[in-house]
Every structure is written in C-alpha cells, then in structure tokens.
C-alpha cells in the first residue's frame, strides 16, 4: 500500500474514533439537563437610544470596557465612536477605503481597528488630538472579516485567505498565522484569558485555537453552512455559532461536541451576529430577516425578539457590565435595548 | 501535484487528527451542570434577564420632581 493510501487509512481510522469518543460522553443534551429548570422570563426589551449618523449600511460595532463608548463600521467610509448614554458622536474617523467588515476597540480604549476588502488590518490611535492611524497590518491575502484585540501591542484578525492571525502591532508583522480552515475565516472570539481563541469559517467548522503555540487543538463540526458569529460563553468553556444555515449552536469545548442547537421551522434567515448576556443566559442572534431574536441558551427556546430595523441586523453587542445590546444594521442605525 | 506534496499533506492532516483525538473528554451532563450553575449564579446580575430599575438604568432619563 502506497504511504499516502496508508494515512487515509490512518485518518479515518482517526476520524472514527473521534466520533466514538464523542459519543461516549454524550449522556445527555443540554435542553434535556435544564428540562427542571425554571423557564427565562419573557424578556421585552425597549430601545433606549437611536444612534443616528451613518449613511450607509453598518457592518460592525464594538463595545469598549468602559461599558459606555463604542465603535461602529459602515460603508459610508466612516468609524463613528459613540458615546451611547448621551448618543453623541465622540469621533467620526475616516476610511481609507470604505469597505468596511470589522471594526474593533482595544481594551485600554486607547486604539481602534477596522478592516475589510482592503485585505489590511489599519490601528488608529485615540488618545492624539487628531485621531492617527498608527499602522497598516498588510499581510493577509484576502478580506479581513474580524479583528481583535489582546492589548494595544497584540491584534488577533481573521481573513478570507482562510487564516487568522497575530500580529505584532509596532513592528506591523505577524507573529503567528493559524492555518487549517479550508474556506474563508468569518469571525473570531477570544477567551478571557487570551491563551485561546475560537474562529468560524465557510467551511462550516469552528476551532479552537492555542496562541502561544499556533496549533488548532479541536475542531467542532455541526453546522452546513458558513458560520459568521462566534461568541463564548462566559465561562470560556462553551462557545456559541451563528450560521447561514439559520442555526446557532452551543459547542462546549470539554466535551469536544455541540451539546445544544437554536433553531426554528419559521426561521429561514441566515444569521449574522450575536452577542451573550453577562450570565450567559441570554443569546441575541441578529439575522437577514431584519430582526434579533433571543434565546433561552439552555433550554434552546426562543423567548423574544427585538424589532425596530427595516433592513438586515449585521451586528449586535453587549457591554461587559451587562447593561444592555446594541443591534446595527443595514438600515446605518445602531440601537441600544434594555 | 507532486507525490512529495500529497505526502506531506496527508502526513500534516493525520498529525492534527491525532491531537484532536488525543483530547480528554468530560461528560456533556458534567458540562450542562457547569453551565446551568453559572447562569443561575449570575442570573440576579444579569440586567438584560432580571431588569433594571429606572433609576438606576443609565439608558433612561431619570424622572424629576418638580416641587412647586
């Protein structure tokens, strides 16, 4: 038998015994588990404020950890950094190019990021009298869908080159590129304790990513369709997906396996964002259908929605305190509901 | 396509088979149970859950008294 004849062999005999494996901890599935808890109560949640501004379609927004400013991304070329207790604009940042996917803020505050069709991960500096771009991340070979940051030396991108990557934001290199998605990468998150990330791609997988030594240590499959949001959950051993193929999924990462999935019959939307609530409980899925519906996370059960905007929600968010969400769309407002 | 690189293809797709398969694994009742634990532990905390009294909402204006 030839040697690549041999490790075919070899991998599905791997790829069985993964499958065994996962098997065999599946003594349960989370909506049986919570089967005793007391349902989440109907949640009605009221915009508070309108964010008024842009002119074109929103493609992303970011919270800062002050739980007060946050970034937002449109075609219309700009980066609007809002102050979303009074709704003023703090900052109008133009773009370079105006073909915006990803915008981000670093926790100090101090930095923001944006990205898009440019391939290019471009850092701007707050804290100059005249907001500043610091540097040009040029190394990705495709669109760049997400960023964000670790601290104001570090940036983690994902790119539909396929890859993501850190970059070393002072020397403008990257320091370590994650390949092993085959298709396009569409969205990151990263732990709590920044050793780990998870991504989501066209592929229809998500992994799990070591920093420090560049490896892929699982990967999770379920979904048929790209995945374009990815959240984790608070305590950073699950994670939640967003789908085009109208499906969130639980994914826990102990147990290497979806342990719940978020669907509906009704719902035939491609979903393209999502954010949790601080306890985790809640789940806000923005879809194409124009709304943000909420699910009941362990239970699976979907428990409200949030209506208000007359185009696709593209982005959603909430604050580390907690305190509300934001959805943006592609209607160029950005709404906060509490 | 050379042998040469089909080789080292399929050597870099068995390696990483076998780290994942080389995960351990806990129970996914363990993993609910630790989930659910959060949640409820957080749950009192949690104002998009539980809700927010006005006054302390700092999206909604508070409302005043005028004393005439």
Redesign the interface.
Known sequence: MGEVEKMKKEAEGLKTEIEAARKAVHDTDMAAAAAGLAPAPRVQLKTRRTLKGHLAKIYAMHWCTDNKLMVSASQDGKLIIWDSHSGNKINAIPLKSSWVMTSAYAPSGNLVASGGLDNMCTVYNLKTPVVKIIKELDAHTGYLSCARFLNDADILTASGDTTCALWDIETGKQKTVFLNHIGDCMCLALSTDMNTFVSGACDSLAKLWDIRDGQCKQTFQGHTSDINAISFFPTGNAFITGSDDCTCKMYDIRSDQEVIGYQDAQLNSGVTSLALSMSGRLIFAGYDDFNCNIWDSLKGEKIGVLSGHDNRVSCTGVPSDGMCVCTGSWDSFLKIWN | MT?NS??SS??R??E??????S?E????????????Q??????S??????G?PAGS????EPRSCAVL
């Open positions: 042998s089909n080789v399929m050597r797709t068995v990483q088979l076998r780290l994942e398969a995960v694994r806990v129970k996914v009742s363990q993993a609910a149970a630790d989930l659910q959060y949640c409820l532990q957080n749950a905390k949690d104002a998009l859950l539980v927010l909402n700092p999206f909604r």
